[in-house]
């Protein structure tokens, strides 16, 4: 109780830093990084064929998301000589990417909503010592290092799941089935633009964390002459 008592002593909410570099970037790291993991995480599709069954058209329908372990999805195919199906599965598995980015995602959003919060509402903590902003500076610099490595590697893991539900690649081994409208991956598309705008926001913003650091130091104004004092010959 006493340690919240503290802490709550302590806050002063000052909006001013959101006018300046430091925080409005900070926001904007903050909804750009709901942007990105949610596109990702909530994210489900579809993928379909049709076989082509004495003059009938059969769909065969296979549905994935994220994680995006394809091979989980099982979907059936129908069959010309039988009055059953065949069940066959979806090839890949590429959460590993996938949950990489969401989690890089996850955890920014996290330290946005901090970092916010120590901006706002406890400026003097901050400042309050040098190790403040040196902090600061050495964890947006690993989350842009982050944003740039899980980005690229979903980038990677997205054309692969593009290719194992292209229903063109799925219909290579059946001479009589036709391929139906290809997934809608807008969504995913979006997400890998919003991790490569993290990465830049964050990697820029390393310079405005930096003027804040005892490493950054003004140059020296230059001297002038005392009042009364004639120039030299």
Known sequence: MDTVQKAMSGFSLDLGP?????????????????FAFATTGGYSGT??????????????????????????????????????????????????SAEFFVCVGVFAFLYCTATLILYLGYQTVYHQTTRGPIIDLLLTAAFAFLWLV??????KGLTDVKYATDPYHLV???????????????????????????????????????????????PAPPATMEEGGAPGP
């Not at 899980?150 to 980038?155: E, K, L, T």
């Not at 139906?180 to 979006?190: E, F, H, I, Q, Y």
């Open 150 to 155: 899980s980005s690229s590697a979903w980038g």
């Open 172 to 218: 290579e081994w059946c001479d009589y089935c036709k391929p139906g409208d290809s997934p809608s991956m807008g969504r995913l598309n979006a997400s890998v633009i919003f991790g490569f705008l993290n990465m830049i926001l964050w990697a820029g913003n390393c310079w405005f964390i930096y003027k804040e650091t005892s490493f950054h130091k003004d």
């Open 47 to 96: 993928t379909h064929f049709t076989v082509s069954c004495q003059g009938k058209d059969l769909i065969a329908r296979a549905f994935f998301g994220y994680p995006f372990r394809l091979a989980a999805h099982p979907y059936s195919i129908p069959l010309c000589n039988e009055s059953s199906s065949n069940n066959t599965y979806l090839q890949g598995d590429f959460s590993s």
């Open 18 to 34: 959101l006018k300046e570099p430091l925080g409005f970037i900070r926001v904007l790291e903050w909804v750009f990084a709901v």
